[in-house]
């Protein structure tokens, strides 16, 4: 491997390893001739690592998490002054990263595979294939154990990254920067521009684990499987061979099994029977087995990832499903997306394009709820303008709807203006763009009424008539203060007193005060 040295701010200088020999070999080179050596006598290489039970059970979730989550280019563009983030359903990128990647494989397989490498070598690679015009039109999948880093010191000043791969048949290849998708995971060691395997981190977890199961496999192999013994503990009474294999016989055949439990028998010449127990050390070697396959998961992906293998002593129910999931994909799911995300961008995404190009998985499908949850967060959804009926419908996979895809608001809703500091009902025309008279004595027919000034004056309407109801209803119980009317109608608390002392006094009837109230909350309009 290559090392960096920061020499000062502006100037950075790189040194290269040794080559590698048989006389001084690299860790590379060792790791794959015998593997890495541990304390526990195992050696512990990929092949040997995904033997182990716990381990091929965490990097085959999150694989396969990963890998079914649907990963999609999206585009941002601007349309009337508004930006929108939609498919990018035009660029050649979106089908190879969402449907094939090449004629070989699916996007599931494709990721699943690079997933695979990523969290067990902490490095996936893919061969980039561009046309004439640099678009990308294939991903070809390289092994991520049979490629090494390179630095090119040709140049002074400007070293180059460039890649060897061995095809695994005798050939090498050399690969630019610039013709790699590379994606990295636990940047511990170097540069930071390789990753870690998990394999060589936690060699020491993995060969205990592999240590554990063979004792466990040997002790079955060749220990005695003896349930108990008979012994004679009258020495005067000598059995002889046959009648001791008969006793034994007459036991096997008329209580042993489970048709036969709770049966009592008499033993004759003194004969015993003793129930063989396993030891202290054999017991706990069941419970050794189980913290070893606790701690590979919990290198993996952490707590969540070790609850949802069913590991440890907690379990998720179907009541904090939803907490759970969101937990696990912050987790042990989000820094792999972030990671595969931030690549693509630089790798597969040319440099012009990347302030209106992204990618993104879709994380709707590890997070989505069950159809009534989805459905009462559309709803909210809707109601407060957040997303149109289309967007919802759009992400149930379901045609769109002619005229859906209006934003709707609630009725008693208002916008607030940050500019002028008033508050308008949607649809309402602003203050500023009424025509302004030219003089106080000016005369000027009153504009005609649009169907959106017909909307808002009914919408208008409507929440007086809402608040008249609430103060009419509080009346009743008895009597209102200035306080209480004046936030409810937003309005003075001189306006709110002159309203209470008139219905004090009965100076005002209830249709009266119906008509006032209502006047108050429009503002007399």
């Given at each position: 491997?290559?090392?960096?040295?920061?020499?000062?701010?502006?100037?950075?200088?790189?040194?290269?390893?040794?080559?590698?020999?048989?006389?001084?070999?690299?860790?590379?080179?060792?790791?794959?001739?015998?593997?890495?050596?541990?304390?526990?006598?195992?050696?512990?290489?990929?092949?040997?690592?995904?033997?182990?039970?716990?381990?091929?059970?965490?990097?085959?979730?999150?694989?396969?998490?990963?890998?079914?989550?649907?990963?999609?280019?999206?585009?941002?563009?601007?349309?009337?002054?508004?930006?929108?983030?939609?498919?990018?359903?035009?660029?050649?990128?979106?089908?190879?990263?969402?449907?094939?990647?090449?004629?070989?494989?699916?996007?599931?397989?494709?990721?699943?595979?690079?997933?695979?490498?990523?969290?067990?070598?902490?490095?996936?690679?893919?061969?980039?294939?561009?046309?004439?015009?640099?678009?990308?039109?294939?991903?070809?999948?390289?092994?991520?154990?049979?490629?090494?880093?390179?630095?090119?010191?040709?140049?002074?000043?400007?070293?180059?990254?460039?890649?060897?791969?061995?095809?695994?048949?005798?050939?090498?290849?050399?690969?630019?920067?610039?013709?790699?998708?590379?994606?990295?995971?636990?940047?511990?060691?170097?540069?930071?521009?390789?990753?870690?395997?998990?394999?060589?981190?936690?060699?020491?977890?993995?060969?205990?684990?592999?240590?554990?199961?063979?004792?466990?496999?040997?002790?079955?192999?060749?220990?005695?499987?003896?349930?108990?013994?008979?012994?004679?503990?009258?020495?005067?009474?000598?059995?002889?061979?046959?009648?001791?294999?008969?006793?034994?016989?007459?036991?096997?055949?008329?209580?042993?099994?489970?048709?036969?439990?709770?049966?009592?028998?008499?033993?004759?010449?003194?004969?015993?029977?003793?129930?063989?127990?396993?030891?202290?050390?054999?017991?706990?070697?069941?419970?050794?087995?189980?913290?070893?396959?606790?701690?590979?998961?919990?290198?993996?992906?952490?707590?969540?990832?070790?609850?949802?293998?069913?590991?440890?002593?907690?379990?998720?129910?179907?009541?904090?499903?939803?907490?759970?999931?969101?937990?696990?994909?912050?987790?042990?799911?989000?820094?792999?997306?972030?990671?595969?995300?931030?690549?693509?961008?630089?790798?597969?995404?040319?440099?012009?394009?990347?302030?209106?190009?992204?990618?993104?998985?879709?994380?709707?499908i590890m997070l989505?709820?069950?159809?009534?949850?989805?459905?009462?967060?559309?709803?909210?959804?809707?109601?407060?303008?957040?997303?149109?009926?289309?967007?919802?419908?759009?992400?149930?996979?379901?045609?769109?709807?002619?005229?859906?895809?209006?934003?709707?608001?609630?009725?008693?809703?208002?916008?607030?203006?940050?500019?002028?500091?008033?508050?308008?009902?949607?649809?309402?025309?602003?203050?500023?763009?009424?025509?302004?008279?030219?003089?106080?004595?000016?005369?000027?027919a009153p504009p005609?009424?649009?169907?959106?000034?017909?909307?808002?004056?009914?919408?208008?309407?409507?929440?007086?008539?809402?608040?008249?109801?609430?103060?009419?209803?509080?009346?009743?119980?008895?009597?209102?203060?200035?306080?209480?009317?004046?936030?409810?109608?937003?309005?003075?608390t001189e306006q709110?007193?002159?309203?209470?002392?008139?219905?004090?006094?009965?100076?005002?009837?209830?249709?009266?005060?119906?008509?006032?109230?209502?006047?108050?909350?429009?503002?007399?309009?």
């Open positions: 491997m290559s090392k960096l040295i920061t020499l000062g701010l502006s100037e950075l200088k790189m040194t290269a390893d040794p080559p590698s020999t048989l006389a001084n070999p690299s860790a590379g080179l060792i790791e794959s001739l015998i593997g890495f050596p541990t304390s526990a006598g195992k050696v512990v290489t990929k092949d040997t690592a995904i033997r182990v039970a716990s381990f091929l059970s965490g990097v085959k979730m999150l694989a396969s998490d990963l890998a079914k989550m649907p990963l999609i280019l999206r585009e941002t563009i601007i349309t009337n002054g508004r930006q929108r983030t939609l498919p990018a359903l035009a660029e050649p990128l979106y089908s190879l990263l969402k449907d094939c990647p090449n004629q070989w494989m699916t996007s599931y397989q494709l990721r699943w595979y690079l997933a695979f490498q990523l969290v067990a070598n902490g490095n996936c690679f893919c061969q980039i294939i561009r046309n004439g015009k640099g678009d990308v039109i294939a991903l070809n999948p390289l092994t991520a154990w049979n490629m090494v880093q390179k630095w090119d010191f040709t140049v002074p000043g400007t070293p180059l990254l460039y890649w060897v791969y061995n095809d695994g048949r005798g050939n090498t290849r050399r690969f630019e920067q610039q013709e790699i998708w590379h994606t990295t995971s636990l940047n511990i060691e170097g540069n930071g521009v390789e990753g870690s395997a998990i394999t060589a981190l936690a060699k020491e977890a993995l060969s205990v684990m592999m240590a554990s199961d063979e004792t466990a496999g040997r002790f079955f192999a060749n220990g005695l499987g003896i349930h108990g013994f008979l012994t004679n503990s009258n020495a005067a009474v000598e059995l002889t061979e046959p009648q001791a294999q008969g006793v034994i016989d007459r036991l096997k055949k008329d209580y042993s099994g489970s048709r036969n439990a709770g049966k009592f028998t008499y033993l004759p010449g003194g004969v015993k029977y003793e129930k063989m127990a396993l030891t202290a050390v054999e017991g706990q070697l069941l419970e050794s087995r189980k913290w070893n396959a606790e701690e590979v998961i919990r290198l993996l992906g952490g707590a969540p990832l070790l609850v949802k293998l069913g590991y440890g002593g907690k379990n998720s129910t179907y009541a904090s499903s939803s907490a759970f999931l969101d937990e696990y994909f912050n987790t042990s799911l989000l820094p792999y997306t972030t990671s595969l995300e931030q690549t693509i961008t630089r790798d597969l995404i040319a440099p012009g394009d990347r302030p209106r190009l992204f990618a993104r998985h879709n994380a709707d989505r709820g069950s159809p009534r949850e989805r459905a009462e967060t559309y709803e909210i959804q809707i109601r407060s303008g957040q997303i149109s009926g289309n967007e919802a419908r759009m992400k149930e996979d379901m045609d769109t709807v002619e005229e859906w895809d209006k934003m709707f608001f609630p009725a008693n809703s208002g916008v607030f203006d940050p500019e002028t500091g008033e508050m308008f009902i949607p649809g309402q025309k602003s203050p500023d763009s009424r025509a302004e008279t030219s003089g106080p004595d000016a005369q000027t005609a009424q649009t169907n959106a000034d017909i909307k808002t004056t009914a919408r208008l309407l409507t929440i007086a008539n809402s608040l008249a109801e609430r103060v009419m209803r509080k009346e009743a119980k008895g009597s209102i203060d200035a306080k209480f009317l004046a936030e409810v109608m937003s309005v003075s709110a007193q002159e309203y209470v002392q008139a219905r004090k006094s009965d100076a005002m009837s209830d249709e009266n005060a119906r008509a006032a109230l209502i006047a108050m909350a429009t503002k007399g309009n």
